[in-house]
């Protein structure tokens, strides 16, 4: 059974799904495309203009919901050499 949570974010109830393979698959070729076909822009304007510790609770959630993605994203960044957002504080 897939998970979900749902939270607060901009007044807005948000829910984060855990992602099937195919949708993983499917971000992933979007990415490499650079294709913003299927995404909620409205929403990536709001994340945009948020502060960090809006996005704190959006995060966590994705994290907690999706933490196989967040190991295979932080593995693709190791190897492009991009650093993952959580370590931009660090970093800097």
């Known amino acids: 059974m897939k998970k ?4 607060k974010f901009r007044e807005k109830e948000i829910t984060v799904n ?3 393979v195919h949708q993983v698959q499917t971000l992933l070729e979007k990415i490499e ?3 913003s076909e299927g995404i909620d822009h409205n929403f990536v304007l709001s994340v945009q203009d ?9 995060y966590n959630a994705a994290e907690e919901i999706n933490p196989f993605l967040l190991k295979m994203y932080q593995k693709m960044t ?3 050499g ?3 957002a959580a370590e931009m504080e660090t970093a800097v």
Do not use: G
């Open 50 to 58: 948020a502060a960090p510790s809006e996005l704190a609770a959006l």
């Open 4 to 7: 979900s949570k749902t939270i």
């Open 78 to 80: 190791a190897k492009v």
């Open 18 to 20: 855990e992602l099937t």
């Open 82 to 84: 991009v650093v993952p």
């Open 33 to 35: 495309a650079r294709s």
